[in-house]
């Protein structure tokens, strides 16, 4: 764990953080530039990389209202570039050009390879990735395209699909910003479960047989409460699908309902997830690391839309924070 928690770090660039001169949301609306329709997916990778803070939310008012930053920041990320959940079977390797993303045709296999890549980014190619419960590394050749082994790695829906979205051809199934590897046993306890915290520890066995902790599942109260190293993240990525999936404006091609936050995990077949006053605490007391920056960097050159809550984590408190206090 720490050795590849050290790599990790040395992997990111710490350039790739808003500017520190970055308005805050307790300032004037006043000064702020009237919005402007965002750019096309596919020319926004091109426009913002490397990141710039400035530039990418130009048209996202400062503001403590929490109905405009939500509709602003929805309008900023809607509409990003889908690829296919499974419809290729290679290693990446072509889609990779001086260890960055290039623009080729890639299923959720191959782009999970480069956004969670274990390299760092000097890496021309990287044949492993990290695992989003327990950082481990685990090579492509154990991403389970049907084997089912034991030390094999899933692609991890931390909105589980069953919530809102079970049909591929829906656009939260294949968003990158939610998808992440775990470990193929441990995607299995979460399964559809909510996200709190309590509950009986998890035990399972990673590739040295080591005892993954820190895990629990409570099945009275339909929740999963992952590693202290998965939580910060987790609460963000629910936030991202929380406003960019919005009623009445997903029903077309995205063919997504309504997602919502709340503090009922019990409803498991609705477009609903919780606990999210957990999920705020999570925000604040496992702040965003190097290495959901240079995700959020690279899932930005596929899809062509960023995750606003690494940007800015304290947006989450701005929309949601009234409802937990």
Not at 64 to 90: E, G
Not at 109 to 132: F, G, H, K
Not at 218 to 236: C, H, I, M, Y
Not at 242 to 255: H, I, P, Q
Request: include cysteine.
């Amino acid at each position: 764990m720490l050795l590849a928690s050290a790599l990790l770090l040395s992997a990111c660039n710490n350039g790739d953080k808003a500017p520190a001169s970055s308005t805050g949301p307790d300032q004037t609306e006043a000064s702020q530039p009237a919005p402007q329709p965002a750019p096309a997916p596919q020319e926004q990778a091109q426009q913002h990389s490397p990141y710039d803070f400035d530039s990418y939310y130009r048209w996202v008012p400062n503001t403590n209202d929490a109905d405009k930053l939500r509709s602003a920041l929805h309008k900023r990320i809607d509409n990003h570039r889908v690829i296919p959940y499974t419809k290729y079977d290679n290693d990446g390797k072509d889609c990779w050009n001086d260890g960055r993303w290039n623009s080729c045709e890639i299923d959720v296999w191959e782009a999970l390879n480069y956004t969670d890549a274990a390299c760092d980014d000097a890496s021309a190619y990287c044949d492993s990735v990290v695992l989003l419960y327990s950082g481990d590394v685990r090579p492509m050749k154990k991403a389970n395209r049907g084997k089912g082994k034991d030390d094999s790695w899933d692609r991890e829906h931390v909105w589980p699909k069953s919530r809102g979205f079970p049909k591929k051809a829906q656009d939260g199934y294949t968003d990158l910003h939610h998808l992440r590897p775990a470990d193929r046993n441990i995607n299995g306890k979460h399964s559809n479960l909510g996200y709190d915290e309590g509950g009986k520890p998890v035990v399972d066995e990673t590739l040295d047989g080591t005892p993954v902790t820190g895990i629990r599942v409570d099945l009275g109260n339909q929740s999963f409460e992952p590693t202290d190293l998965a939580k910060g993240q987790v609460a963000r990525m629910l936030f991202y699908m929380a406003v960019r999936y919005e009623a009445g404006d997903n029903l077309g091609d995205e063919k997504m309902p309504d997602l919502k936050l709340i503090d009922d995990n019990k409803k498991i077949k609705e477009p609903v997830i919780g606990d999210l006053c957990t999920l705020l605490k999570w925000n604040t007391r496992f702040p965003v690391t190097d290495f959901e920056r240079r995700r959020n960097d690279r899932v930005e050159q596929i899809q062509g839309n960023r995750n606003p809550f690494i940007d800015r984590p304290d947006y989450a408190d701005v929309i949601w924070g009234a409802e937990c206090r």
